[in-house]
């Protein structure tokens, strides 16, 4: 099974708000390795950075998959 997680949705706000990854992890209350895990396609993440990055992008945590 692969990642689904729309990476777009992610680059796209960190762009659109002028924020690299540190800033955009501080924002969401992660670490840099969790959205490191995410960005690589690795499945060894906690389920809940997908929740905490969906309430910061403001979208349900269905819009944060593909398909």
């Known amino acids: ?3 689904d997680v729309n990476l777009d949705l ?3 706000y960190m762009a659109n708000n002028d924020l690299t990854r ?3 992890c501080k924002k969401c209350n992660i ?3 969790d959205l490191e895990l995410i960005f690589t396609g690795s499945l060894d ?8 990055i969906a309430r910061t992008l403001n979208i ?3 819009e944060i998959f593909n398909g």
Do not use: R
């Not at 993440?45 to 905490?52: C, M, Q, R, S, T």
């Open 1 to 3: 099974m692969k990642n």
């Open 10 to 12: 992610i680059t796209s």
């Open 22 to 24: 540190v800033d955009f």
């Open 31 to 33: 670490s840099p390795q």
């Open 45 to 52: 993440f906690d389920l809940a950075i997908l929740f905490k």
């Open 60 to 62: 349900k945590i269905h």
